[in-house]
Structures are given as structure tokens and as C-alpha cells.
């Protein structure tokens, strides 16, 4: 971080601002005193810099940033590639990840049927959901505490971990006993008090990319969880909020490789809510894989026609299964394997 201070600021203000700074933390302030200009060079643990107190010293003209503000999620203090266990698979790895069942559970038949669907295709994992983020409160909210039941049916059935969204912190330790991945949703990314809490169990945590949010605040919720000490996160790009209403969202394919680049953690795609159009999530599946995603996950229902969530946008086994065959030509190529 650079402060650049105003000009004429006397040698006093600079040696109380410096104190100031570094009270703050594990900090060394390197002053660069020009004939115009004065500039302090700030190394260390910045992250607990109040850059507003800074910035409303008057001597402050402005500050500029050298590093990202994000530490534990960043590449360049932890280059080797995160890699988080769930049951036998490993998510991060050279195998791809693939996560796929209905966007709800709606009934044992229904969950236990697409579960062993999608597992004789070749998924890794099954999603779920129980609780359900509906935009109006009069829709399908999930059958909360019954759907996890019905999901560890569906577990105990195929041998797959499970993935399931958790909106309350009240029903953590209910998650940490029923579910495999924690799912946080986009609606959920920017709950801090959700993720401080995360961050305290060690069970692996799915964080979608919130609505509207940029690449580094998506990472600064990572952080949040990784900052408490629970370094199993991984992240999946679900489509933003863009101009265009085409599509449910836009998928942010480009997301992917900046995500490689500034940070460790894996990083999944969401062609279904990204899309919000069954046709189109075997096309952004391949390019998901192809660009170089870890995995994606992907919305399945026997009967998308009557599903009570996502229909519109979930395939059927029998696509998922030549999803499922793309992604394995694809992995080839990229020197992975499904
Ligand atoms: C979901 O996965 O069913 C879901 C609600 O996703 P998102 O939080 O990305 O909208
Ligand atoms: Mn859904």
C-alpha cells in the first residue's frame, strides 16, 4: 500500500501518521521524501490497515493499492493449488468435479432415483437443496429439516457426499451432522456473521458468487472463512447480474482463469443458474471445463416439467449423461480426468 501525503506536510504529522500505522499492525512504513512530493510505502500485514481513518487524515492525499487485500485466499502466499477432500473424491485436483441432482428435494423417490441416475453418469457428488433462498415467499420453500433426511437416504443409497444450502447459522451443527458440503448461496455470500461462523467448523464450504458481486469481494467472503481457520472453501461462479436479459445471469467465464490466477482455491461453474435455460448448460459445461474450471455443478430433475424449483433450467439424466460424456473428451485434452 502507498499513502501519497499532501504537499508541505511537516515532519511531525509524517512521524504521528507512521506511529498511527504502525499500531496497527505487523507494519514497516518507508517514507520517500521528494522536493513535491512525500510518499510512505507500506510492507507487512496491511489487511488490518482502516484505510478510511487514513484517507480522512488531512494530510492524506490519496492511497493506492500494490496488493490485493485478501491474504489467505491470495496465490502469491500460498501458490500450490487448495485441494479439499469430501468422502473418497478430491475437489481442486486433476480429477474434475462434478455435482449434480435436483435444485430441491422433493421427495425420497425423487431424490434416491435421480441420485442413482446421475451416479451411474459418472457424478461425484449430489446437490440438493432443503432450505430454499426463494425470491417470493410464497414459493416452494424446501422440506428443510425432511429434506436433509432425505437426503442422507439418498447418501446411504448411492455412497455419494452430499452438498446442501445452509441459509441460518442456527442449523449448523443440523448441517455438520446431515450434509457433506455446505452450500453458502449467492444471496448469502455477503452474510458475514454466516461466514465468520463457517470459518470456525472445518467442514468444506461451496461459496457462490453473490448477485452483483466483483471478483474481489467474492474473494473477500473467502477470506472471511479462511480468516477464522477453516480452509476447506470452495468457490463456484453461478452467473452475475448483468444488462442482458437473455439469460437468467451472465456466466462470467472470464472469472475463472482471473480466479486461478489470484487465488489457490478451487473454483466450480453453475451452467444452470447461470443460464437459467436447460439447453444451454451442456454448452457452458463444456466451456466451463475447456477454460478451466475445477468441476461444475449442475441442476438434474427426472421430471424438469413438474419440478416445484428450476425446471426451466434443470436437464434431464439422460442429457446429464452426455454432459457428462463431453466432459470426459474435454478432460482429455486438458490433461484432466472425470
Ligand atoms: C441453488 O444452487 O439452488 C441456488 C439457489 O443457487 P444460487 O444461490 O446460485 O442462486
Ligand atoms: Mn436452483
Given at each position: 500500500m502507498?499513502?501519497?501525503?499532501?504537499?508541505?506536510?511537516?515532519?511531525?504529522?509524517?512521524?504521528?501518521?507512521?506511529?498511527?500505522?504502525?499500531?496497527?499492525?505487523?507494519?514497516?512504513?518507508?517514507?520517500?521524501?521528494?522536493?513535491?512530493?512525500?510518499?510512505?510505502?507500506?510492507?507487512?500485514?496491511?489487511?488490518?490497515?482502516d484505510?478510511?481513518?487514513?484517507?480522512?487524515?488531512?494530510?492524506?492525499?490519496?492511497?493506492?493499492?500494490?496488493?490485493?487485500?485478501?491474504?489467505?485466499?491470495?496465490?502469491?502466499?500460498?501458490?500450490?493449488?487448495?485441494?479439499?477432500r469430501?468422502?473418497?473424491?478430491?475437489?481442486?485436483?486433476?480429477?474434475?468435479?462434478?455435482?449434480?441432482?435436483?435444485?430441491?428435494?422433493?421427495?425420497?423417490?425423487?431424490?434416491?432415483?435421480?441420485?442413482?441416475?446421475?451416479?451411474?453418469a459418472?457424478?461425484?457428488?449430489?446437490?440438493?437443496?432443503?432450505?430454499?433462498?426463494r425470491?417470493?415467499?410464497?414459493?416452494?420453500?424446501?422440506?428443510?429439516?425432511?429434506?436433509?433426511?432425505?437426503?442422507?437416504?439418498?447418501?446411504?443409497?448411492?455412497?455419494?457426499?452430499?452438498?446442501?444450502?445452509l441459509?441460518?447459522?442456527?442449523?449448523?451443527?443440523?448441517?455438520?451432522?446431515?450434509?457433506?458440503?455446505?452450500?453458502?448461496?449467492?444471496?448469502?455470500?455477503?452474510?458475514?456473521?454466516?461466514?465468520?461462523?463457517?470459518?470456525?467448523?472445518?467442514?468444506?464450504?461451496?461459496?457462490?458468487?453473490?448477485?452483483?458481486?466483483?471478483?474481489?469481494?467474492?474473494?473477500?467472503?473467502?477470506?472471511?472463512?479462511?480468516?477464522?481457520?477453516?480452509?476447506?472453501?470452495?468457490?463456484?461462479?453461478?452467473?452475475?447480474?448483468?444488462?442482458?436479459?437473455?439469460?437468467?445471469?451472465?456466466?462470467?467465464?472470464?472469472?475463472?482463469?482471473?480466479?486461478?490466477?489470484?487465488?489457490?482455491?478451487?473454483?466450480?461453474?453453475?451452467?444452470?443458474?447461470?443460464?437459467?435455460?436447460?439447453?444451454?448448460?451442456?454448452?457452458?459445461?463444456?466451456?466451463?471445463?475447456?477454460?478451466?474450471?475445477?468441476?461444475?455443478?449442475?441442476?438434474?430433475?427426472?421430471?424438469?416439467?413438474?419440478?416445484?424449483?428450476?425446471?426451466?433450467q434443470?436437464?434431464k439424466?439422460?442429457?446429464?449423461?452426455?454432459?457428462?460424456?463431453?466432459?470426459?473428451?474435454?478432460?482429455?485434452?486438458?490433461?484432466?480426468?472425470?
Amino acid at each position: 500500500m502507498i499513502i501519497v501525503l499532501k504537499q508541505g506536510t511537516a515532519q511531525r504529522e509524517i512521524d504521528s501518521l507512521t506511529a498511527r500505522i504502525t499500531a496497527m499492525g505487523d507494519i514497516t512504513v518507508t517514507p520517500i521524501i521528494g522536493t513535491d512530493l512525500t510518499i510512505l510505502g507500506l510492507v507487512g500485514d496491511t489487511t488490518r490497515v482502516d484505510e478510511n481513518q487514513i484517507e480522512s487524515q488531512h494530510c492524506v492525499e490519496r492511497i493506492m493499492h500494490v496488493a490485493e487485500p485478501f491474504k489467505k485466499a491470495n496465490r502469491m502466499f500460498h501458490p500450490v493449488n487448495t485441494t479439499v477432500r469430501v468422502g473418497g473424491s478430491v475437489i481442486g485436483g486433476e480429477a474434475l468435479t462434478v455435482i449434480a441432482g435436483p435444485c430441491s428435494v422433493e421427495s425420497e423417490e425423487q431424490i434416491v432415483g435421480i441420485a442413482k441416475a446421475v451416479k451411474a453418469a459418472g457424478a461425484t457428488l449430489l446437490r440438493g437443496g432443503a432450505f430454499k433462498p426463494r425470491t417470493s415467499p410464497y414459493s416452494f420453500q424446501g422440506l428443510k429439516y425432511e429434506g436433509l433426511e432425505l437426503l442422507q437416504a439418498a447418501r446411504r443409497e448411492t455412497g455419494l457426499p452430499v452438498v446442501s444450502e445452509l441459509m441460518s447459522p442456527m442449523d449448523i451443527d443440523v448441517f455438520m451432522d446431515k450434509v457433506d458440503v455446505i452450500q453458502v448461496g449467492a444471496r448469502n455470500m455477503q452474510n458475514f456473521d454466516l461466514l465468520r461462523q463457517l470459518g470456525r467448523i472445518d467442514k468444506p464450504i461451496l461459496l457462490k458468487r453473490g448477485l452483483s458481486a466483483t471478483i474481489e469481494e467474492w474473494l473477500m467472503s473467502a477470506e472471511y472463512i479462511l480468516s477464522e481457520g477453516n480452509p476447506n472453501v470452495i468457490l463456484c461462479e453461478r452467473g452475475i447480474r448483468t444488462f442482458e436479459t437473455y439469460t437468467r445471469n451472465t456466466v462470467d467465464l472470464g472469472a475463472i482463469p482471473a480466479v486461478k490466477r489470484l487465488s489457490h482455491l478451487p473454483v466450480l461453474v453453475d451452467p444452470s443458474h447461470g443460464t437459467g435455460k436447460a439447453w444451454m448448460v451442456e454448452p457452458m459445461a463444456r466451456a466451463a471445463i475447456a477454460i478451466g474450471a475445477d468441476g461444475i455443478m449442475v441442476e438434474v430433475h427426472n421430471d424438469p416439467a413438474h419440478a416445484l424449483c428450476d425446471g426451466q433450467q434443470s436437464i434431464k439424466p439422460e442429457v446429464f449423461s452426455e454432459v457428462m460424456k463431453d466432459l470426459r473428451a474435454i478432460a482429455g485434452v486438458i490433461g484432466r480426468s472425470v
